[in-house]
């Protein structure tokens, strides 16, 4: 053989050999691991390989393998935040700061019945939708759920004041199948909203047993919050029964007065429905504090009904506390209470709630957008602790980027450093679980949310002494602390107090049957 045939022969086999020893893997060392199973925490190693954990436990180092020491901090499986909003404004924060220092490393869109539509990603099928992002992902991984309010809007247009028709409701049926073979988690509905509140019981069980026949979920923003939430409860449990599918109760709460108290009224009727195989679950946020507009607070949509307004303050909330987060006929209004608002005006609390109501009306009817929001205090602290503490309830957001509400920016380290302690009966492994592997089950999201080898290499790192979130409802958007470094598919994310302008976030679609 020619001598400069055996150097280049050679010379292959030593570059191949040295290629083949050289690991891709990352191991994190010296870290406690809380592995979203909720079982108590152990110190040990994760490795990860491209996208994936690899291997958990006493685990020695490869030959030149990236070796990260962690320093005896909590290593825990990325959050699921599964009733959020910050899909609605995602060109403005690809990096996703408010999310990814909550430990948050998967969001849920489609909560509530709708999901956000923007110039970025531009239409409501989950099929363009998935394109879309694909051309142009985000940090974190986007899961949905088809929403019934925005697919009601497409098919029924202005006239959606009344039930459907057969014809409509098939045209729905169809574009929620659509949804669901191209990665939608199940259906998605908003009963307290419009066009959502005007459909019958019967309308969303033939939809949601399409979703059901692509092994999907429901969930729901019931259809009152109020006076008649035990009924909407009911209502749920029914979808879940007749459509056969597992139901989810978004952002649960008791919001009136007269209900302040009887949490496990509530949590009974759950079981009883879970012993009947009605498999159903809930999220929650950990604050007194809602969000929502200001025509939520009359079912009718009636902005002249006095009794209504009477009724507001003597169930929902008091006029101190009814805050206008966003008024835009009035900017000037915004982060007044309707009593500062009512004083302003010489009025009374009910005329003013009224006339608001009827300004935010015709400034939406004129424009087609905007009008109010409101945050409301609506709950009790023993009540949000007693639903956190169900085993069938997992955290969530309802919050967005940039918004107006602090759930957006602090909801998961609240809910960790205020609930997840001895005192309230629940511990740091359990907080860790709600934050992860229960939300992941709750919603049907397969091979996320638990440490665990062959999933997917969404994790967390973090100062359990300094998780805490700093949002408040004068400056909501300040940033929690905490986080030390974010994984999203095997990729930094958020590192040293900083995002890393990296977008490795994917479409996660739904668990097969027999997953997760």
């Known amino acids: 053989m020619h001598p400069a045939i055996f150097l280049f022969i050679l010379s292959i086999s030593v570059v191949t050999a040295c290629s083949q020893s050289i690991p891709t893997s990352t191991l994190m060392t010296n870290a406690v691991i809380m592995d979203g199973s909720g079982e108590p925490a152990i110190d040990g190693s994760v490795r990860i390989d491209g996208d994936r954990i690899v291997a958990v436990g006493d685990l020695a180092s490869l030959r030149n393998e990236n ?3 962690a320093g005896g901090m909590v290593l825990a499986p990325g959050f699921i935040d599964t009733h959020s909003h910050h899909d609605e404004n995602m060109s403005e924060y690809r990096d996703m700061p408010g999310v990814v220092t909550q430990g948050v490393t998967t969001v849920v869109r489609g909560a509530d019945g709708s999901a956000g539509i923007e110039e970025f990603y531009g239409t409501v099928t989950q099929a363009d939708f998935n394109q879309s992002f694909e051309a142009s992902p985000v940090a974190v991984n986007i899961a949905s759920f088809s929403p019934h309010n925005n697919i009601r809007a497409v098919v029924m247009g202005a006239d959606f004041k009344r039930h459907a028709t057969e014809e409509e409701l098939a045209e729905m049926a169809r574009l929620v199948d659509d949804d669901m073979q191209h990665g939608a988690l199940g259906l998605g509905t908003g009963l307290e909203y419009m066009p959502g509140i005007f459909s019958s019981t019967e309308e969303v069980i033939e939809l949601s047993r399409v979703a059901s026949s692509h092994g999907g979920r429901y969930m ?7 006076e008649f939430f035990l ?6 449990i029914r979808i879940g029964r007749e459509a056969d599918i597992p139901v989810h109760v978004s952002h649960i709460k008791l919001a009136d007065k007269a209900f302040w108290g009887t949490t496990e009224d509530v949590v009974d009727k759950m079981n009883a429905a879970r012993a009947e195989d009605v498999q159903i679950s809930a999220d929650i946020y950990p604050y007194l504090y809602w969000q929502s507009n200001l025509a939520i607070l009359f079912p009718e949509r009636d902005y002249t009904d006095r009794g209504v307004a009477t009724y ?4 929902t909330t008091d006029p101190e506390t009814l805050i206008i987060a966003r008024f835009e006929p009035e900017p000037s209004y915004n982060g007044l209470s309707i009593a500062e608002i009512a004083r302003l005006n010489e009025q009374d609390v009910e005329s003013t709630l009224l006339d608001l109501t009827q300004q935010a009306d015709r400034y939406l009817q004129e424009t087609g957008t905007g009008g109010a929001s409101i945050l409301a205090r609506g709950m009790q602290e023993p009540d949000v602790a007693a639903l956190m503490l169900w085993e069938h309830t997992n955290i969530c957001t309802d919050g967005g980027n940039g918004g107006a509400h602090p759930r957006g920016y602090g909801a998961f380290p609240r809910f960790f450093s205020r609930f997840a302690t001895a005192r ?3 511990s740091s492994e359990q907080g860790i679980a709600k934050m992860s ?8 999201i397969g091979e996320r949310g638990s440490i665990e ?4 290499a969404d994790l967390v790192l973090l100062d359990p002494d300094e998780f805490k979130d700093r949002a408040t409802f004068e400056a909501p958007n300040v940033l929690s602390t905490g986080v030390i470094t974010v994984w999203v598919n095997g990729e930094i994310v ?3 107090g900083e995002t890393t302008g990296v977008f490795p976030g994917r479409i996660v679609s739904r668990a097969e049957p027999g997953g997760q």
Do not use: L
């Open 220 to 226: 729901s923003h019931v259809r009152d919050e109020d």
């Open 67 to 69: 070796v990260i020491d």
């Open 453 to 456: 080898a062959g999933f997917f």
């Open 424 to 426: 309230s009966g629940i």
């Open 494 to 496: 958020y590192e040293d």
């Open 437 to 444: 592997s229960v939300a992941a089950r709750n919603v049907g």
């Open 231 to 236: 009924d909407a409860i009911d209502e749920v």
């Open 312 to 315: 507001t303050f003597e169930h």
